[in-house]
């Protein structure tokens, strides 16, 4: 899956950027079929904001923002929207036991 990470009106740390890439590939896993994200940071009069953006097969996109004073609380408030969304979704499908 591929990732895009994209700064604006800001500079972001290389330690942010590995946190986001990490947190997005855990969310890959839950997700069914994903086959693009992209994390925007942005800052805009002392907010910071962190959209997430999962794109996954016939056109299905999943859209989550967070906003803290700091970017990796917003990161982690963004995370946790996506994954409420992906749960509700239903996510990846069960593995069917194999019959005998």
Do not use: W
């Amino acid at each position: 899956m591929k990732i895009s990470i994209t700064a604006r009106h800001c500079d972001i740390p290389d330690q942010l950027r590995e946190r986001a890439l990490l947190l997005m590939a855990k969310l890959a896993k839950i997700a069914h079929r994903p086959q693009s994200a992209e994390v925007v940071f942005d800052e805009d009069h002392q907010r910071r904001v962190v959209e997430l953006r999962m794109f996954l097969t016939r056109g299905q996109a999943h859209v989550a923002s967070g906003e803290a004073d700091n970017f990796r609380s917003a990161l982690d408030r963004a995370v946790e929207r996506l994954r409420s969304q992906l749960n509700k979704k239903g996510g990846r499908p069960a593995r069917r036991a194999p019959t005998a």
